[in-house]
């Protein structure tokens, strides 16, 4: 009952509404309630501020939410404790660009080393259309940002890793308010087509920030790049092992309470299941 209370919890965190919770849990909305309810008793801790029109995260219920990916993620490795099968062939992998200068490089090698007879296909892009590729059959799985709206059914979301996001600003500009900042420099802004994107918009809106963008990128070295020289600023996500968090000129400020989560989405039955359980047990590892 855990398990379910925990993907009914992601779910809100992720879609913001009970009402897209529902839809990505396939439960009513009724049901969602009672499972938070379920979640903050099992629990003993308040994770939710409810107000008539409103319901939204305490700073317990922020604090939950790395714990819970890191926990169904552990369930989902126990789930495949019995699996004897063997992990040799080819797996066709969408990966979102973000991912292949941090902790991705590095799986490739452990893979490589420990399971010489897999070969890995990679596909890059955005995750929409990599999670439309999936669906297609085109893809084997995909390494993307937790989807924004409900997945097609035949689909199942396997939780990997969060990670949290910051406002990365030229270090000669360190201490200055978040606000201030945006409002005074120049906005380099991630590519709203990626799910990415959509996240850091909907966080400016949000917390109705004004900012003026100069320029669309999907690509966070180059967005990095720029920033340590003096271009402007940004909010981008903090990838584990990226080369441009050593930037001298570059300073990164984690923003409470935002993050987002990166998945492995396959369909539910399909002849790569075994390729792709030892994947996620190599992110795990990493």
């Known amino acids: 009952m855990l398990i379910r209370s925990l993907r009914a919890f992601l779910a809100f965190h992720d879609s913001g509404t009970l009402v897209a919770a529902a839809a990505r849990v396939h439960l009513s909305q009724a049901a969602v309630s009672v499972q938070m309810k379920m979640l903050e008793e099992e629990l003993g801790v308040t994770l939710f501020e409810r107000t008539r029109r409103s319901l939204r995260l305490t700073a317990a219920g922020e604090q939950l939410v790395p714990l819970a990916i890191q926990l169904l993620a552990q369930y989902e490795r126990m789930r495949g404790l019995g699996s004897t099968r063997s992990v040799a062939g080819m797996l066709s992998l969408g990966i979102i660009t973000t991912q292949l200068t941090g902790r991705f490089s590095e799986l490739l090698v452990r893979l490589k080393d420990s399971h010489p007879q897999l070969d890995v296909r990679v596909t890059t892009g955005i995750s929409g259309d990599l999670v439309d590729k999936v669906a297609r059959g085109e893809l084997d799985a995909a390494v993307v940002t937790r989807p924004l709206a409900p997945i097609d059914a035949s689909l199942i979301a396997h939780p990997l890793f969060s990670e949290p996001f910051g406002l990365i600003a030229p270090i000669e500009r360190s201490g200055t308010p978040l606000r201030e900042l945006l409002a005074t420099t120049p906005f380099l802004q991630f590519d709203r087509e990626a799910w990415t994107g959509a996240m850091v918009e909907?966080?400016?809106?949000?917390?109705?920030?004004?900012?003026?963008?100069?320029?669309?990128?999907?690509?966070?070295?180059?967005?990095?790049?720029?920033?340590a020289r003096g271009?402007?600023?940004?909010?981008?996500?903090?990838?584990?092992?990226?080369?441009?968090?050593?930037?001298?000129?570059?300073?990164?400020?984690?923003?409470?309470?935002?993050?987002?989560?990166?998945?492995l989405i396959e369909p539910r039955e399909h002849a790569a299941a075994p390729l792709t359980a030892t994947l996620r047990t190599s992110f795990d590892e990493t």
């Open 202 to 227: 909907a966080y400016l809106r949000r917390k109705r920030l004004t900012f003026t963008p100069i320029i669309e990128l999907n690509s966070l070295e180059a967005i990095a790049a720029m920033v």
């Open 231 to 263: 271009l402007g600023v940004s909010i981008v996500p903090i990838v584990q092992g990226a080369a441009w968090h050593r930037f001298a000129s570059l300073r990164i400020t984690r923003l409470a309470g935002f993050s987002r989560s990166v998945v």
